[in-house]
């Protein structure tokens, strides 16, 4: 092949790459409105595109990026498939939309974003940058970055993470440092990271009411044993342990002692499960929980009724037993 041949192949091999992204985008944008990433186990496109199609979480991102910016903003799809505008240049656009609604406290309409999209037609990464600032000044701030690595002492992979702190912030880990002076920021982060998740996690907080519970039962049991020893003259290993396990199915809300149950058993975890490949989901984030047989139904708050799962995946079998008609106000 000559030079020119090799240049021309090229070429034809660049216009077929972009026909085919704008395919993937297309077929994304499928999966996405249809919620088959859901059927298919995942808690969002995102873990779909990343468990599933292999993709990195950074090619992931941008991919996920672009057929929710498609979705919002008219006219996107075909600037994505001639090339005008590439995925990175999307990411970007994106995060600058985000920290300027985050600081405004206002959402920028689509024709807004449009607006600015248009500006940073036929840009490379650095020009469109130099745009988004010029477009968003208040909102370039300097990123936050995360970088993995193993140590020569062989104690196991760390991630080196660089953070950008407000002067506000910076009073927070000044007082840390003072409470606890001699402490990096590594472990001052570890103990105030522990300290709040002992006071937020759910399922920290079921594990430990439980135990005190389990501690608390143990105590009277002993007070009965002694009492009806002493009362009827009878060897310990015959006293009568009364059982109530009736729950009132007339309350709303699941009674507390079942929901740390639940928590605990299900590993705070997704347990939503993929009826054809047998997968979990799996996921720990936005997590409900969920009545195998609807409370509509006559469900019961029961811990074998109720299941921990993702928001998405609570959603998805509400519509399929309810119906979508009845669930589509609550998906976004």
């Known amino acids: 092949m000559t030079q020119e041949q090799i240049h021309q192949k090229l070429l034809i091999l660049i216009s077929k790459e972009r026909s085919l992204l704008s395919q993937i985008i297309d077929y994304l944008q499928m999966i996405y409105d249809q919620r088959i990433y859901a059927e298919r186990g995942h808690s969002s496109l995102f873990a779909y595109v990343v468990k599933e199609l292999g993709y990195s979480e950074s090619a992931a991102y941008r991919r996920v990026n672009a057929v929710k910016m498609i979705k919002e903003i008219p006219g996107l799809a075909e600037q994505v498939k001639s090339g005008a505008l590439n995925l990175n240049t999307l990411a970007d656009a994106a995060s600058a939309f985000r920290r300027n609604e985050k600081q405004e406290r206002k959402k ?104 005190k519970k389990h501690i608390k039962e143990q105590v009277i049991e002993k007070i009965r044993d002694r009492e009806e020893i002493q009362k009827n003259n009878i060897s310990p290993g015959k006293v009568p342990v009364p059982k109530n396990n009736k729950v009132d199915q007339e309350i709303k809300r699941v009674p507390s002692n079942i929901k740390h149950k639940v928590w605990v058993r299900d590993k705070g975890e997704c347990q939503f499960r993929n009826k054809k490949t047998g997968k979990i989901c799996g996921s720990k984030m936005s997590l409900e929980l969920d009545h195998l047989k609807p409370r509509a ?33 609550y998906w976004k």
């Open 108 to 211: 920028l309409s689509p024709k807004e974003k449009a607006r600015s999209l248009d500006s940073l037609v036929g840009k490379s990464k650095r020009e469109a940058e130099k745009k988004l600032a010029k477009i968003f000044p208040q909102s370039e701030t300097p990123k936050t970055t995360l970088r993995q690595f193993t140590t020569k002492q062989d104690d196991g992979v760390k991630t080196k993470v660089t953070l950008v702190f407000s002067e506000k912030q910076m009073k927070v880990i000044h007082r840390l440092k003072e409470l606890y002076p001699g402490k990096d920021l590594t472990e001052l982060f570890f103990i105030a990271g522990q300290d709040f998740l002992k006071r937020t996690d759910p399922m920290e907080k079921a594990q430990r009411i439980i135990q």
């Open 297 to 329: 139904w006559g469900g019961e708050h029961s811990i074998d009724n109720i299941q921990l799962c993702c928001k998405v995946h609570n959603l998805y079998r509400a519509k399929k037993l309810l119906g979508d008609n009845k669930m589509r106000p």
